[in-house]
């Protein structure tokens, strides 16, 4: 073993080469950041949207359309559809447990049964919402549609 042979341990130095510490260190002058430009500077961040200075897209378009805030969506789930539910699963009262269930709607949906389709079942239906026709069909069996 020898004065030249000697190296730390493996694993014990962990430091990365240091930028920006004169010429001596391989890494002087501009310190592996180019020429000029902001990218060069300290402190640099790019902003979101930044197209190097050309006007950005958002500023670009035309703004457009409205969104309301107080907007309900509902997931629409048609008598059809539940005719078979019933007839599958042997249901004769329909709630919004066995429309997750059955993989029609999911917890956070709220749901408006339209009236698309016959219905040859007596079935009291809950939902948020229900259609004229859809309310007129299941009252013509003697069912119930009961709104949430």
Known sequence: ?????LTPAK??????????RGEGSGHGGQSTR??????????YSRKIGFEGG????QRRLPKFGFHNPTRVEYKAVNLSTLQ??????????ITFDNLIEA?????????KILGNGELTVRLEVTADAFSKTAIAKIEALEGKAIIL
């Open 1 to 5: 073993m020898k004065l030249n042979n």
């Open 11 to 20: 694993g014990s130095t962990k430091r990365e080469k240091r930028i920006g």
């Open 34 to 43: 180019g020429m000029n430009g902001a990218k060069s500077r300290s402190g």
């Open 54 to 57: 050309q006007m950005p897209i």
């Open 84 to 93: 078979e539910l019933s007839q599958k699963r042997g249901l004769t009262v």
């Open 103 to 111: 993989g029609l709607v999911s917890k956070n949906d709220k749901v």
